[in-house]
């Protein structure tokens, strides 16, 4: 039997999408394992997806890794199911991706590929009132030091630069408090689910 590595992307998404939709499903009917499992997929997945792109910025990985994560979470009202869920995610890290790029005045890589999926399936996602409560929600639950540093670089889309001069907090301790802040929030989505 052929490793993954050895597969066709095809073939490879083909069978990440068998493994994950019934998951999904599951969680989407109030199974909190599979939500959980459903979740490490998705996160295992995702790195891959960003760490191809963000080869010269390994740091931002992990950062981005948890905040498709909790975009996910917060927009799972949005899945719909007659759509394959790596679509769907897809489109969710897709989005994700893009706004780091700008964020970090990146605009000459927004040509190249961004992932193995057709345009066509991606569907749109929309936010919704509910989410944003959601967030403040979780936000709230953050000390003040994170959620300054999460709204200012993730929210604002300020660069690093301009948060540190903002909140006169040095950049290194500011993507200190983004990550940490990320995380937790992680945690707190999989602990609502």
């Known amino acids: 039997m ?14 990440f999408e068998s493994a994950l939709r019934p998951l999904w499903l599951q969680a989407q009917g109030g199974d909190e394992h599979a939500y959980r499992l459903a979740l490490d ?3 295992r997945r995702l790195r ?9 910025l390994p740091d931002e990985v992990e950062d981005l890794v948890q905040e498709t994560l909790l975009a996910l979470h917060m927009q799972r009202g949005t899945y ?32 190249d590929s961004l992932d193995d999926v057709d ?21 709230q639950q953050l000390p003040q030091a994170q959620q300054q540093a999460i709204v200012l670089t993730k929210i604002e889309g300020l660069s690093m630069e301009e948060a540190s001069q903002r909140s006169g907090v040095s950049v290194s301790a500011l993507k200190v408090q ?16």
């Open 178 to 193: 983004v990550h940490r802040g990320l995380k937790k929030l992680a945690e707190l989505v999989r602990t609502l689910s």
């Open 41 to 43: 997929m998705m996160a």
């Open 80 to 111: 719909d199911p007659k759509l394959p869920v790596s679509s769907w995610m897809f489109a969710i890290g897709r989005h994700k991706l893009v706004d780091l790029w700008r964020r970090r005045g990146r605009r000459e890589r927004l040509n």
């Open 119 to 139: 345009e066509g399936d991606l569907p749109q996602v929309h936010e919704e009132h509910a989410v944003q409560k959601d967030l403040q929600t979780l936000m």
């Open 48 to 56: 891959g997806f960003y760490g191809k792109r963000l080869q010269g």
């Open 2 to 15: 052929p490793q993954a590595s050895e597969l066709p992307i095809e073939h490879g998404l083909h069978a």
